[in-house]
């Protein structure tokens, strides 16, 4: 940390030694603006947030980046639980979870990890291996609006291939007053889940504070049914009858409850602003899986005893509880003095997550009955120091230079823990009665000293540099910039490095008061996720086959264009359309070291390398606008469309990068009944399907549609009761596996097993009352 503190004093001076040089040189003014020049954000009362008096629409930024901005009261009236929820109704982003969660957001259809998630402006932390942060952990009433960023800058950290979703939290120059949230979930087997929210701001001392919080019951029942079969209709067009194996029922519950609190100080002087802030979320789950096998497709009414002929192969029950807590603490200086303004930022982010899994299975199909215990602990702590600093000051009229340093000091620690007993059931049918009554009677005698433990260490450090210019010609404002991102990670004991310069440009040009053209192109990278780096054998990993992870991989690169239009409709409406293209190298696939694997003949050792290369493309509208145009005034609708496509070759051949939907679209619209002071709306969603590939496995996966609808009643400026309906069509998640022993057999499209699965989930019904005081 000491060395990236003067690492920062050295860019810092280097800034100022330039500022000066540049002043001299250019004879211009320096403005007293800084490097944002939007004006100050007006105060809005509490009154303004609890009744809505007009429909919001997505807002247009003054920003050279391409840029899309929804503040929060553009979702409001659908009360979304999660930042995952409310991404739902933004163009492009598609999610691959359980019916009726949204936690990994996919922009343009891309893995999880080459979206960029940042909250305020900065990375955050997850526990997922492949560095992405799972959104449904942000409450949406901590949110004050939400961007989407669909090209890169110098100005942040080019973990962004597909883009960057900016979450940005209220803070005490956004809010005057108080209010209050309180409502409840009814869920189609008839839990209640609670929800409160109390946030507050306003003057304290010299500078104005924000503090809110916010606990959220947090539940979803699901049913899935998988049926297996031992050949696919590739083969055999009679496979459900010739080849049928065996038939899954689950039941699937998530049951927990999110606690968040954030809050903001701020003091805004003459010359120096100072602001202070940080978040904290809790998040306690059970995740509570019970499993019946049958050898016949035919469900029975209720599970069927072992002591019933045939029927029933194995009874499987899981316990998943998960303790997850991550905060984010920082600080930020801007100071206007007569060489610019100048900014430093300092930021701490820590995730912890613990989870303890148990699993039950009692196996029937075999000559003795067989009950099996599987405990596993899975503990990571990840926790990032970052360091920002940043100079900017005019060249010229109506041009700007700015320049800075960042500096970011990782560590991550994980450690799982495994055991498993197994012992036969001498009396099968009199204990199976007892096991299904009470599974967890049955953790059988678990020593920890027995247990096998994998645990490893990475530390990262990153030093960058960039520089930047933007300006306004004419009709025209754009920003050019370099960033110099250098990266040292120990794994364990490997020690690795590597280094890039990252350029970007950005161009808005206004055609008209109404129409204007967005132009971007920026070099960005993905750092290689975290099991692929770490030197750890895991056996039957992919398949049968073994995963050996490669310490030497470096990250993905990746050009990208994004050209787009929009147009300003009536007074607050937009309408647009964006074109993207990515062009990505370094493509990390998994290739065979023809090491033969722990499975024996026919399985290998397999290890991710640096191999591929592939291009991402596609078009994305967006629309929201009142119909004034028709005499409408208090009618709002609102769509978007992403139509997504992409090629890459692996070791079979082509195909779409993994998890890739082929479209994603949604619809909707708000009525406001003002004569009643009541309003009602509906949203319809829908996204395509998506193919994953890997080796030993091929996944189809499809949803159905999503439909929510609210209805809401206003009482003077101070109170909204508002209903919803979400899930109203039942939604499923529809999946195909394709399962295949060896490689070879992949290729020769001989099948080990071919399962299809269905995962549904029923209606959520949700009241809330918002209050202002």
């Known amino acids: 940390m000491k060395r990236g503190v003067a690492y920062l004093v050295t860019v810092g001076i280097g800034a100022?030694?330039?500022?000066?040089?540049?002043?001299?040189?250019?004879?211009?003014?320096?403005?007293?603006?800084?490097?944002?020049?939007?004006?100050?954000?007006?105060?809005?009362?509490?009154?303004?947030?609890?009744v809505l008096g007009e429909i919001r629409y997505r807002n247009r930024t003054d920003d050279a980046e391409p840029v899309l901005s929804y503040g929060s009261e553009y979702f409001q009236r659908f009360e979304p639980l999660t930042a995952g929820d409310a991404l739902k109704r933004v163009p492009g982003v598609t999610f691959l979870s359980d019916v009726i969660e949204s936690d990994g957001a996919r922009l343009r259809g891309l893995d999880p990890g080459y979206t960029q998630i940042l909250i305020n402006g900065e990375k955050v932390p997850g526990s997922n291996v492949d560095r992405s942060f799972f959104l449904d952990r942000i409450p949406a009433e901590l949110i004050e609006r939400v961007e989407i960023v669909r090209s890169s800058s110098a100005r942040r950290t080019g973990d962004a291939v597909a883009g960057s979703l900016n979450i940005v939290l209220r803070n005490g120059y956004q809010l005057d007053g108080g209010y209050g949230r309180v409502g409840g979930l009814l869920f189609d087997d008839g839990k209640v889940k609670p929800s409160f929210g109390l946030v507050w701001g306003g003057a304290v001392g010299p500078g104005r504070l924000l503090i809110g919080g916010n606990i959220q019951g947090r539940y979803n029942?699901?049913?899935?049914?998988?049926?297996?079969?031992?050949?696919?209709?590739?083969?055999?067009?009679?496979?459900?009858?010739?080849?049928?194996?065996?038939?899954?029922?689950?039941?699937?519950v998530r049951d927990g409850t999110d606690y968040a609190l954030n809050a903001t100080y701020g003091i805004d002087g003459e010359t120096t602003d100072l602001e202070i802030g940080g978040f904290f979320v809790r998040t306690d789950r059970t995740e509570d899986e019970r499993s019946f096998e049958y050898d016949?497709?035919?469900?029975?009414?209720?599970?069927?005893?072992?002591?019933?002929p045939g029927n029933l192969l194995t009874d499987n029950a899981n316990v998943k509880d998960i303790d997850q807590v991550n905060y984010s603490l920082a600080g930020k200086v801007k100071h206007r003095w007569s060489l610019g303004e100048t900014s430093l930022k300092l930021g701490y982010a820590r995730f912890k997550d613990e989870s303890h899994e148990t699993?039950?299975?009692?196996?029937?199909?075999?000559?003795?009955?067989?009950?099996?215990?599987?405990?596993?602990?899975?503990?990571?702590?990840?926790?990032?120091?970052?360091?920002?600093?940043?100079?900017?000051?005019?060249?010229?009229?109506?041009?700007?230079?700015?320049?800075?340093?960042?500096?970011?000091?990782?560590?991550?620690?994980?450690?799982?823990?495994?055991?498993?007993?197994?012992?036969n059931l001498t009396a099968a049918a009199?204990?199976?009665?007892?096991?299904?009554?009470?599974?967890?009677?049955?953790?059988?005698?678990?020593?920890?000293a027995d247990a096998d433990i994998a645990a490893s260490n990475i530390e990262e450090q990153r030093h960058d540099v960039f520089a930047l210019v933007e300006g306004k010609s004419g009709a025209i404002d754009w920003e050019a910039g370099l960033r110099y991102e250098t990266t040292r990670t120990r794994i364990d004991t490997l020690k690795t490095d590597y280094q890039h310069l990252?350029?970007?440009?950005?161009?808005?040009?206004?055609?008209?008061?109404?129409?204007?053209?967005?132009?971007?192109?920026?070099?960005?990278?993905?750092?290689?996720?975290?099991?692929?780096?770490?030197?750890?054998?895991?056996?039957?990993?992919?398949?049968?086959?073994?995963?050996?992870?490669?310490?030497?991989?470096?990250?993905e690169r990746s050009w990208g264009i994004d050209a787009g239009y929009e147009r300003r409709i009536g007074r607050t409406g937009v309408a647009g359309i964006n074109f993207f293209y990515r062009r990505i190298t370094d493509l990390v696939e998994m290739t065979n070291t023809g090491v033969e694997g722990s499975e024996g003949e026919g399985t290998f050792v397999?290890?991710?390398?640096?191999?591929?290369?592939?291009?991402?493309?596609?078009?994305?509208?967006?629309?929201?606008?009142?119909?004034?145009?028709?005499?409408?005034p208090d009618t709002g609708i609102f769509g978007n469309l992403a139509l997504l496509d992409s090629e890459i070759d692996d070791f079979i051949g082509k195909r779409r990068f993994n998890g890739q939907s082929k479209y994603v679209f949604n619809v909707g619209f708000i009525q406001d009944v003002k004569s009643f002071d009541a309003a009602f709306g509906a949203s319809f969603r829908k996204q395509g399907p998506a193919i994953d590939r890997i080796v030993g496995e091929e996944i189809r996966t499809t949803y159905g549609g999503d439909l929510e609808v609210f209805v809401e009643k206003r009482f003077g400026n101070w109170l909204t009761v508002r209903a919803v309906g979400s899930n109203l069509l039942d939604g499923s998640k529809d999946e195909v596996f394709n399962k295949f022993n060896t490689i070879e057999d992949q290729f020769d499209?001989?099948?080990?097993?071919?399962?299809?699965e269905s995962e549904k989930a029923g209606p959520v019904l949700q009241l809330v009352a918002r209050i202002a005081y």
């Open 502 to 555: 990252l350029p970007s440009v950005s161009a808005k040009i206004a055609l008209s008061p109404r129409d204007r053209i967005l132009l971007s192109a920026a070099r960005t990278v993905r750092r290689p996720q975290f099991d692929f780096i770490t030197s750890v054998l895991l056996e039957a990993e992919l398949g049968d086959n073994d995963l050996l992870g490669n310490p030497d991989l470096k990250p």
């Open 16 to 50: 100022l030694t330039l500022a000066s040089w540049a002043k001299a040189q250019s004879g211009g003014s320096v403005t007293q603006k800084g490097t944002e020049d939007a004006a100050p954000e007006a105060i809005t009362t509490s009154n303004e947030i609890v």
């Open 430 to 448: 009199r204990i199976y009665d007892q096991f299904d009554d009470n599974p967890t009677r049955f953790a059988t005698d678990f020593d920890p």
């Open 606 to 632: 397999l290890q991710p390398r640096n191999v591929g290369k592939g291009k991402a493309w596609g078009v994305e509208f967006d629309l929201s606008t009142s119909l004034a145009i028709f005499g409408l």
């Open 359 to 423: 699993e039950y299975e009692v196996d029937f199909d075999r000559s003795t009955p067989r009950f099996t215990g599987d405990l596993e602990d899975n503990d990571i702590v990840d926790s990032e120091f970052s360091a920002g600093i940043e100079h900017g000051f005019d060249l010229s009229t109506g041009i700007k230079l700015v320049v800075g340093g960042f500096y970011q000091d990782k560590d991550r620690d994980t450690e799982l823990a495994s055991t498993r007993n197994r012992f």
């Open 296 to 308: 016949d497709p035919v469900a029975k009414t209720g599970p069927v005893r072992a002591a019933t």
């Open 749 to 756: 499209r001989s099948f080990d097993e071919y399962e299809l």
């Open 221 to 252: 029942p699901k049913k899935k049914q998988s049926f297996r079969y031992g050949d696919s209709p590739e083969n055999n067009p009679n496979f459900k009858i010739d080849d049928f194996d065996n038939r899954e029922d689950q039941d699937d």
